[in-house]
């Protein structure tokens, strides 16, 4: 779910106009997770095709990139690559997660628990090795480009703004920051609306735009200080110590300067050591990147969308077609400068 600083930053609230002609690099696991998530029937079963295969990630893929394109937004999604060994703990609690809200939604559905059904079932999305294939062929039918990153996708697609390849990160997730993306856009990918907690109601949900210089200016403090925090509060590379949320842990560090003091203050025998600390440092200031890429849009081929939305997957063509109509402005795209 990466780390919990996102309330430390200024938010923009932004619209799509304002990305006109913009590149942004997708985090493509965020968003199929958010798709696999949210887009799911009433009792909380994802959308499924006749065969019972799972359908939400082509769904979410096609309408939202369409509706991207028209507006002249210029996507192109990152992929995960190998995970680093210090992410094994946090992907199998993950999985252990995913099998107790699976066990909890099968019981809440017995009890015609609809709202408690949907609420577990959402927790259990898990992004296969199928679902990437898939994703990746609407995508090339799409023609919208694709990256398969060394390891991290939100460390590829950071190097990306950095380098002036693209204009921000898209993603849910504020771990890009980290990663010293210089921008990073949230809701990006999200419906005109999201359902309140435990409520029957709905907030309108904008795209949100995070600056992260101006962001640090702000905190007073340095990008390597905000990953001292993130250590500190816990990251997918490592548990944070009880206690300390993103306010508390910019207090001690403005106070202290860095990790290393604030642990030989507090003593925690839990906290990591200073050799883990550096080599989780290290994740986010070196990560794996590549520079091969190749960034172009292309009009799509139409017939093998049909082919596998409508075909194989049994989407309605009524409702394909007009959606395919949007990305008409690719045409205008690849007349501007192809980015290398």
Not at 65 to 93: C, S
Not at 110 to 134: F, N
Not at 228 to 241: E, S
Not at 257 to 272: K, R, S, V, Y
Request: charged share 30%.
């Amino acid at each position: 779910m990466g780390v919990d600083i996102g309330e430390l930053f200024k938010k923009e609230k932004i619209t799509f106009s304002d990305l006109k002609d913009r590149v942004i690099a997708i985090d493509a696991y965020n968003v199929l997770h958010q798709f696999l998530s949210i887009i799911r029937q009433r009792d909380g079963t994802p959308l499924k095709d006749s065969q019972g295969r799972i359908t939400s990630h082509l769904s979410g893929l096609f309408y939202r990139t369409a509706n991207m394109v028209e507006a002249r937004i210029r996507p192109v999604y990152v992929f995960d690559g190998e995970p680093h060994l210090l992410k094994a703990k946090t992907i199998q609690q993950r999985k252990e997660r995913k099998e107790r809200a699976e066990k909890e939604w099968k019981e809440a559905i017995e009890k015609g628990d609809l709202k408690t059904a949907r609420i577990k079932a959402q927790q259990t999305s898990r992004v296969t090795d199928e679902i990437i294939r898939q994703s990746e062929s609407l995508l090339t039918a799409l023609g919208i480009p694709f990256i398969r990153a060394p390891s991290e996708g939100e460390a590829q697609a950071s190097y990306m703004v950095k380098k002036g390849d693209a204009y921000a990160v898209g993603s849910q997730d504020f771990d890009c920051l980290l990663f010293d993306a210089p921008i990073l856009v949230r809701n990006l990918t999200s419906s005109g609306k999201r359902k309140l907690p435990n409520k029957q109601s709905y907030m309108k949900v904008n795209p949100e735009l995070i600056r992260l210089k101006s962001g640090l200016k702000s905190l007073n403090i340095l990008q390597k200080q905000l990953i001292d925090m993130a250590i500190l509060i816990g990251t997918d590379f490592n548990d944070g110590i009880k206690g300390i949320g993103p306010k508390k842990s910019l207090q001690l560090i403005k106070k202290s300067g860095n990790i290393e003091n604030i642990l030989a203050t507090i003593g925690d025998t839990n906290a990591p050591n200073f050799n883990e600390i550096e080599q989780i440092r290290q994740i986010f200031l070196n990560p794996k990147v590549t520079d091969k890429y190749f960034l172009k849009w292309n009009p799509p081929d139409k017939d093998n969308v049909i082919r596998i939305l409508c075909d194989e997957h049994h989407f309605s063509r009524e409702r394909v077609e007009p959606f395919l109509e949007k990305f008409s402005s690719v045409k205008d795209m690849i007349k501007q400068k192809t980015l290398f």
